[in-house]
T-cell receptor, first 116, second 113 residues
Framework: GAGVSQSPSNKVTEKGKDVELRCDPI?????LYWYRQSLGQGLEFLIY????????KSGLPSDRFSAERTGGSVSTLTIQRTQQEDSAVYLC??????????????FGQGTRLTVV | GEDVEQSLFLSVREGDSSVINCTYT??????LYWYKQEPGAGLQLLTY?????DMKQDQRLTVLLNKKDKHLSLRIADTQTGDSAIYFC?????????????FGKGTKLSVKP
C-alpha cells in the first residue's frame, strides 16, 4: 500500500507569509509525528498525535507553529509569518503507535521549505 | 523532558568495525531504535531493541543496551562504503511521553576505502 505522503515536496515562500504543509499518514496508523531537519542537523521533534489524545506540542519552537489532525488521519502543519530560520526539511512519520508498543515509524520524503 | 545524545561524526576504514554510541534520559523508555538516513533519502528503520534485553544481533549489526547507564550502541561489523549514512538513535517512551518517539541529532558515518 501507499506510504506516508507529504505535500508539497518543495516550497519556496517569502518571509512573512504563512505556509501549510500536509501529511497523509499510512491508513490505520494512529500515531503521527512531525519533525524538522535543518541543513546538516538532526531531527528536531515538533509535535506528536496519538489517537484521540491531546497532542504533545512540547516541541513547537514558537506560537507561529501549529498543527492539526482532522479525523485522525491527515495532518496539516502551519507556520505563520515565516522567518528565514524556518527554512528546513519538515518530516512527517506515522506508526501504529500506542505507549509501550513496538511499532516502526514510517517516514515521508519530507517538505523542503525555503524562506527567502 | 526526554533527551537523546549522540556524537556527530565517525570515520572508519572499509572492513573495520564501527561503533556508534547513544545516551538517553527517559528511564521509562520501552523500545530503542536505530534509523538510517542515506544521502538524499528518507529515514528507514535499521534495527531496534526492547528495554528488557541487553543485546540483539542481526547479521552485521549488534545492538548493546546498558539500561543502568542509559547507554545504547550500534556496532557494524566489516563496515562497507555503502554503510556511509547518518545513523539516528531514538527512544520510545511510555510514561509521561505517552509513546512519543524522540531522536538524537544523528551520527554521520564516513567509510573510507
Amino acid at each position: 500500500g501507499a506510504g506516508v505522503s507529504q505535500s508539497p515536496s518543495n516550497k519556496v515562500t517569502e518571509k512573512g507569509k504563512d505556509v501549510e504543509l500536509r501529511c497523509d499518514p499510512i491508513s490505520g496508523h494512529t500515531a503521527l509525528y512531525w519533525y524538522r531537519q535543518s541543513l546538516g542537523q538532526g531531527l528536531e521533534f515538533l509535535i506528536y498525535f496519538q489517537g484521540n489524545s491531546a497532542p504533545d506540542k512540547s516541541g513547537l519552537p514558537s506560537d507561529r507553529f501549529s498543527a492539526e489532525r482532522t479525523g485522525g488521519s491527515v495532518s496539516t502543519l502551519t507556520i505563520q509569518r515565516t522567518q528565514q530560520e524556518d527554512s528546513a526539511v519538515y518530516l512527517c512519520a506515522s506508526s501504529l503507535g500506542g505507549p509501550g508498543r513496538n511499532t516502526e515509524a514510517f517516514f515521508g520524503q519530507g517538505t523542503r521549505l525555503t524562506v527567502v | 523532558g526526554e533527551d537523546v545524545e549522540q556524537s556527530l561524526f565517525l570515520s572508519v576504514r572499509e572492513g573495520d568495525s564501527s561503533v556508534i554510541n547513544c545516551t538517553y534520559t527517559d528511564s521509562s523508555s520501552t523500545y530503542l531504535y536505530w534509523y538510517k538516513q542515506e544521502p538524499g533519502a528518507g529515514l528507514q528503520l535499521l534495527t531496534y531493541i526492547f528495554s528488557n534485553m541487553d543485546m540483539k544481533q542481526d547479521q552485521r549489526l549488534t545492538v548493546l543496551l546498558n539500561k543502568k547507564d542509559k547507554h545504547l550502541s550500534l556496532r557494524i561489523a566489516d563496515t562497507q562504503t555503502g554503510d556511509s549514512a547518518i545513523y539516528f538513535c531514538a527512544e520510545r517512551g511510555y510514561g509521561g511521553s505517552q509513546g512519543n518517539l524522540i531522536f538524537g541529532k544523528g551520527t554521520k558515518l564516513s567509510v573510507k576505502p
